[in-house]
């Protein structure tokens, strides 16, 4: 009989240089250098090229990659057509179903698999992933979608194009800190997807497309969104200890927490822990660390030693969420609530994509 390993657990599919996981440690590099280095000095836009061409860019190499990447960003009209008729849709099935249709406009390339021509619908998917999340968000409040400026970071254009507002400075970092932590981790579950789909001589778009289905589970990238419902079920600091309980006593997991790999802390949390708490007190609702706080410092204590410790989503779901990228347009807390469109009903006919 073959050996058959379910979950793939200790099994091995290739090597790779982009990036290095130790989880014994807590260790992450990408193409040789520390996270937390890259987190704290670097800039999304530098992670991208260091990721794709294997070296940390010159500044005139980062000004052209930049200018490429800020040249990319429109979608053309009928995505926003695509999105409009998903607006009730998840976030994440927005984007598998924007990046999917996006292919239909890249058919001078969607099927070349030269290394040149996918770096090139690389960068043009990096740069469009953004315009269809903030497209679709705005769509479904009955807002019009806003074309990307041109004049800010991947980041900061992100934000504006969500919200219609030129973001702060502290905002902009702390969301490009977040894009830099998940840019790259090896074979996990979405990488071995689309790994999968490329293996096969697919395509860029379908490969793409496979990993977002992936990451959208709530075993893996969903974990974060499952982290914020938990949190607001919880509701007070002073519930944390007895329903996390009930809820381990009932076979629960807690969302956030445990990794396949890492056996010691995920070091992509600690940028996203004091992020996360100086978030919530800058706007005035600082119970949701303190829930989380609550969970990591004693419930979950114990689980510590048998290598279960916090992961990269057990933070970053507060943070989307008290910056108001929501997985639903309805919150009880949304500031959606005194948006002038309403929350999710009207919808405007009259729609400029420009
Ligand atoms: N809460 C409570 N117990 C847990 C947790 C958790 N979050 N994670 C694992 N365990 C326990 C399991 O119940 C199991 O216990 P048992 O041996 O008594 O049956 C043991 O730890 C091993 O569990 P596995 O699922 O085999 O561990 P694995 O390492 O394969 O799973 C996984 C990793 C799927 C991430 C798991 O820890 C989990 O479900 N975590 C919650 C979801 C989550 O946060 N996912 C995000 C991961 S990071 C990312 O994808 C970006």
């Not at 260790?27 to 090229?49: M, Q």
């Not at 660390?289 to 204590?301: C, P």
């Not at 510590?304 to 933070?315: A, E, L, M, T, Y």
Request: aromatic share 8%; with cysteine; charged share 25%.
């Amino acid at each position: 009989m073959p050996e058959i390993v379910k979950g793939l657990k200790d099994v091995y599919l290739d090597t790779t240089e982009s990036s290095f996981i130790d989880g014994q440690v807590g260790k992450l590099l990408y193409r040789g250098y520390d996270i937390h280095d890259l987190a704290e000095k670097s800039t999304f836009e530098e992670v991208v090229y260091l990721l794709l061409y294997g070296d940390l860019p010159s500044k005139e190499q980062l000004a052209a990659f930049d200018a490429e990447l800020r040249a990319s960003r429109r979608i053309p009209d009928g995505i926003i057509t695509v999105l409009e008729v998903m607006k009730a849709a998840h976030p994440m099935d927005a984007l598998r179903t924007g990046i999917s249709a996006l292919a239909g406009y890249d058919v001078a390339e969607v099927a070349d698999n030269s290394v040149e021509a996918t770096i090139r619908k690389g960068i043009r998917l990096t740069a469009q992933g953004p315009t269809i999340v903030a497209a679709h968000h705005r769509l479904r409040q009955g807002l019009e979608p806003l074309a990307p400026n041109p004049d800010l970071s991947h980041a900061g254009n992100f934000l504006y194009m969500m919200f219609g507002e030129l973001p702060d400075e502290e905002t902009t970092g702390l969301l490009d800190v977040d894009f830099i932590l998940h840019a790259e981790h090896g074979a996990n579950a979405s990488a071995f997807a689309a790994r999968v789909t490329a293996s096969t001589i697919s395509d860029l778009h379908s490969a793409v497309v496979t990993g977002v289905g992936t990451l959208k589970g709530p075993a893996h990238g969903g974990a974060a969104e499952e982290v914020m419902k938990m949190s607001l079920d919880i509701g007070n600091p002073e519930n944390a200890e007895e329903y996390a309980r009930n809820h381990l006593e009932s076979g629960g997991r807690i969302m956030g927490f445990g990794h396949r790999v890492y056996r010691a802390e995920d070091p992509r949390a600690r940028h996203l822990r004091d992020r996360a708490q100086a978030l919530g007190e800058k706007k005035g609702e600082p119970r949701w660390f303190q829930i989380l706080s609550h969970l990591e410092q004693k419930t979950m204590l114990p689980y510590r030693d048998r290598g279960i410790c916090v992961n990269v989503d057990f933070f970053a779901g507060a943070i989307y969420y008290l910056l108001d990228i929501r997985t639903t347009c309805s919150s009880p807390f949304s500031h959606l609530a005194a948006s002038p469109a309403g929350r999710c009903s009207a919808w405007s006919s009259t729609r400029t994509t420009s």
